[in-house]
Antibody, heavy 121, light 111 residues
């Protein structure tokens, strides 16, 4: 069974950092692009960042560019999101999602259950 | 304000058909594939349609997708109460920033 399990969320003060992790299982991790998508409370979906299978292609939403860094460790079947200089508007449920074989496939399947990040003093 | 425009809500009776529209521009829907997601209350999104009109394994053929120009449409036939959910369209945007963009979501109510 394909499974994605996020961890690392929590309550953090504005300006501080947090690192999210996503553990993948049930598929050949290094065959696929991976993405982070977030959903603020009561709001819609917002793509945050994506990374190709070999980390050769990486992208970020303008809202997080320069503050967040996506990475992956194919040996550990894991995806990461380093979040620095956090702001209140970064408060959201962060989903890890598998992309296609190509970084530009544009679809996400499956999604993890999400990890909640709350930025507040 | 989302890059892709969806109606905030749609409704229909059980057994009926409903369509959900997703409007964009030449930099996104017009030149890229569209995907659709279903988000049941309290759960993670689930892929329903990819590459405009393809269904992943396990998705019933009651769900269909189409695209014309800079708009896309999700169709659901034989509505069931279990279809009550939020539905989102998504695609790449080929503008300078090159992000993936989503619609604002449509709440489907099965009356």
């Amino acid at each position: 069974e394909v499974q994605l399990v996020e961890s690392g969320g929590g309550l953090v003060q504005p300006g501080r950092s947090l690192r999210l992790s996503c553990a993948a299982s049930g598929f050949t991790f290094d065959d696929y692009a991976m993405h982070w998508v977030r959903q603020a409370p009561g709001k819609g979906l917002e793509w945050v960042s994506g990374i190709s299978w070999n980390s050769g292609s990486i992208g970020y939403a303008d809202s997080v560019k320069g503050r967040f860094t996506i990475s992956r460790d194919n040996a550990k079947n894991s995806l990461y999101l380093q979040m620095n200089s956090l702001r209140a508007e970064d408060t959201a449920l962060y989903y890890c999602a598998r992309g296609g074989y190509s970084y530009g496939s544009g679809w996400f399947d499956p999604w993890g259950q999400g990890t909640l990040v709350t930025v507040s003093s | 304000q989302s890059v892709l425009t969806q109606p905030p809500s749609v409704s229909a009776a059980p057994g009926q058909k409903v369509t959900i529209s997703c409007s964009g521009s030449s930099s996104n829907i017009g030149n890229n594939y569209v995907s659709w997601y279903q988000q049941l209350p309290g759960t993670a999104p689930k892929l329903l349609i990819y590459d405009n009109n393809k269904r992943p394994s396990g998705i019933p053929d009651r769900f269909s997708g189409s695209k014309s120009g800079t708009s896309a449409t999700l169709g659901i036939t034989g509505l069931q109460t279990g279809d009550e959910a939020d539905y989102y369209c998504g695609t790449w945007d080929s503008s300078l920033s090159g992000d993936v963009v989503f619609g604002g979501g449509t709440k489907l109510t099965v009356l």
